[in-house]
């Protein structure tokens, strides 16, 4: 199958993985389930770095017509001339299953991009997505590293379609003469997501995706900047001695304070996972020279706040 590529999005496309620090001689796994995003994401890829691309499709076996689907995908890249794959989970999904099964897949992807010596994942991640996440992270009361929302990278993870709209991206599918697939889940409005995108359909709003990605842009500038700036105050502010750890808020900032007491807590306890909610009452409880606990943790206030492992407590005689 020969595909004309369209020079403006190939152009597009490359310049965002040249921003994405992808290098011409890196090969990339492309995550291609069938659907337009995807579809778009892959054609993009093999116009732009040609040779360095492997499909992979994730059947997680959840619905009778994967397989198919699967296979599908597996034909559109024998006549691209792009390797692929087909993983399947190792166990049933079971659960809670958008979680599950987006936990299973980004392991299976993550396997398959060592096997295939592949440096980088490519997900088809785009700016309507952006927007849904934002406003879904708004209703939750999000704080400044929720609303950065989807970031183009997250380790070997790239999302290089983030400033393409789900618009573009089906049009080029169409233009390509592709036919693409469509997941029923995506229609279920018990998710969040799919309720989300049903309102941005339907209701008359003033929302853009693309003012979205720019606005996701300059929050996650923010959150990287907050970052920065507290990785130097644990080197300055934080003491650990003897299992405890002291640290100085004094003269800080209340968003820097949080950040520092959640490095603390992190620091006496790498599984700890605090909600926001208890992190705030942590926060007010030390910052008005109480003590409080949070797991096993004990946090006493003060100039100086102090964290100790709580004593393990005693079994019965």
């Not at 929302?207 to 929050?219: M, W």
């Not at 992190?279 to 100086?304: F, R, Y």
Request: proline share 6%; hydrophobic share 45%; with cysteine.
């Amino acid at each position: 199958m020969q595909v004309a590529p369209n020079p403006d999005l190939t152009g597009r496309f490359n310049a965002a993985l040249v921003a994405l620090n992808v290098a011409p001689q890196e090969r990339i796994l492309v995550a291609v389930s069938g659907g337009p995003d995807s579809v778009a994401l892959l054609l993009l890829s093999a116009a732009a770095r040609p040779g360095q691309i492997v499909a992979a499709t994730v059947d997680h076996q959840l619905r009778p017509e994967s397989a198919g689907e699967a296979a599908y995908v597996a034909d559109i890249c024998a006549r691209l001339g792009v390797p692929h794959i087909i993983l399947t989970p190792d166990e049933p999904i079971v659960g809670n299953l958008q979680s599950s099964a987006r936990t299973a897949r980004y392991a299976l992807l993550q396997r398959a991009a060592d096997a295939y010596a592949c440096t980088h994942i490519a997900t088809a991640h785009h700016a309507d997505d952006q927007l849904e996440t934002i406003l879904m992270r708004l209703a939750r009361g999000s704080g400044v590293d929720g609303l950065s929302a989807i970031r183009t990278r997250n380790g070997p993870l790239i999302r290089p379609l983030l400033g393409f709209t789900k618009q573009a991206l089906v049009s080029h599918c169409k233009s390509a003469g592709i036919e693409t697939v469509s997941d029923p889940s995506n229609d279920n409005a018990d998710f969040a997501r799919v309720a989300m995108r049903q309102y941005l359909a339907s209701a008359d709003h003033p929302f853009s995706a693309e003012r979205a990605t720019r606005t996701a842009s300059a929050i996650a500038e923010a959150s990287d900047a907050l970052a920065w700036m507290t990785d130097r105050l644990v080197q300055e502010r934080i003491t650990a001695q003897n299992d405890e750890i002291s640290c100085d808020p004094r003269g800080l900032p209340a968003e820097l304070k949080r950040r520092l007491l959640l490095r603390a807590l992190a620091m006496m306890d790498p599984l700890l996972e605090p909600r926001g909610d208890a992190i705030g009452l942590v926060l007010s409880k030390i910052e008005n020279n109480a003590s409080t606990m949070i797991g096993d943790i004990i946090c006493k206030g003060g100039p100086h706040w102090q964290f100790a492992r709580a004593p393990a407590r005693r079994t019965g005689q």
